[in-house]
């Protein structure tokens, strides 16, 4: 059983949207705006306070074996078809978004978001001014019913923090080249060098989410954790939301290695001024070491290549407005310049040829 949420302005009954552009919940009929408080207190300090809207019962998911998981939209009493992580969406029939609170009980709560920052007409514009830049795409990928699709998604990611206690012992030579008279004289002197220290790390991130590409998620990272904020359900309420379906014991070796590595690295570079220096042995240890959970904003566009059966994308960082994409390459159009370039060298070639 998985309860639906659905927030619904007090004034007017219509859906209440989190809008990016001023941080608040708006209703798009009658234009009220709500703020966070508000809509935590769950009691109007003003006329136009937010209150929740649930459903006096859960609806129940209707699944079977392989197939999508069904829930019925408070709204107008559609099915809404979902996948397993989903946990948050809209209806297709009335397009009422909807927060699936059930999918982000328990261990799947997750700890923080960082809210979207950037409206969806921001990131059109981001992505229209990227496009002009690129000249063999197909004109498929950035028609108008395309970039129409650009949607909202909060991914999952794990979060690993520790404290790296490290230290290193090397051997430092520092040179002196002198010349006298017709011969050259060099110098060594070498030092023990030991170097100490203690780093802290901070929300190392790794996607969540099996089915997500893995290029899409990661390539628009960093986001400024700095600005996250504790998990409220209602920064969901206008975006599509995935819930993870992975672990930190999946990502436990390769963070531990990276942030060991950088530790090691960092020790390493204290060591300045000298000529060469020889690493004798160093340690680190990993110390108050936590997990986190945090949902991450990304405006994402995709596109399926039917004729090569694969999958091309544009991403927006929700927070930074950081752009990474993989294009699709309109073969024609690389045709075209060829013989924009080399057809007039091939002609006059032919002519030169035919003149001698």
Not at 328 to 336: E, I, S, T, Y
């Amino acid at each position: 059983m998985s309860e639906i949420i659905s927030y619904k302005c007090p004034n007017c009954g219509g859906p209440l949207i989190f809008d990016p552009k001023k941080q608040k919940y708006a209703c798009e009929y009658c234009l009220s705006e709500f703020n966070q408080k508000e809509t935590e207190s769950g009691e109007p300090q003003e006329p136009k306070a937010e209150k929740k809207s649930r459903e006096p019962e859960a609806p129940k998911a209707k699944k079977q074996d392989g197939e999508p998981v069904l829930y019925t939209c408070p709204s107008c009493g559609a099915e809404i078809v979902t996948d397993e992580t989903t946990a948050a969406t809209f209806c297709y029939y009335c397009h009422n978004p909807v927060i699936l609170s059930g999918r982000l009980t328990g261990e799947f709560h997750p700890d923080y978001v960082v809210p979207f920052a950037m409206e969806k007409k921001r990131a059109v514009e981001i992505f229209e001014q990227w496009m002009k830049k690129k000249r063999f795409v197909p004109k498929a990928f950035y028609s108008e019913d395309q970039i129409e699709k650009i949607s909202g998604v909060y991914f999952p990611y794990m979060l690993y923090s520790c404290r790296a206690e490290g230290s290193l012992n090397a051997k430092a030579d520092r040179l002196r080249v002198w010349v006298s008279g017709d011969r050259r004289y060099t110098e060594t002197q070498t030092y023990d060098v030991r170097r100490e220290g203690s780093m802290p790390v901070k929300f190392v991130p790794r996607n969540a989410l099996k089915k997500s590409n893995r290029e899409l998620v990661e390539g628009v990272l960093p986001f400024e954790t700095e600005k996250m904020k504790p998990f409220s359900m209602g920064y969901l309420s206008g975006f599509v939301a995935e819930r993870r379906d992975m672990g930190e014991h999946e990502f436990s070796e390769d963070v531990k290695s990276e942030v060991r590595l950088f530790a090691e690295q960092s020790l390493k570079n204290s060591i300045t001024s000298y000529d060469s220096v020889r690493v004798q042995n160093q340690s680190v240890r990993l110390e108050d070491e936590r997990w986190e959970y945090a949902l991450l904003p990304v405006w994402t566009l995709t596109y399926h290549d039917g004729a090569k059966d694969q999958m091309y994308y544009f991403t927006v960082n929700g927070q930074t407005g950081k752009v990474c994409g993989k294009l699709p390459v309109d073969r024609n159009k690389l045709m075209l310049l060829f013989m924009e370039i080399f057809l007039p060298v091939f002609l006059a070639m032919l002519i030169v040829g035919y003149l001698i």
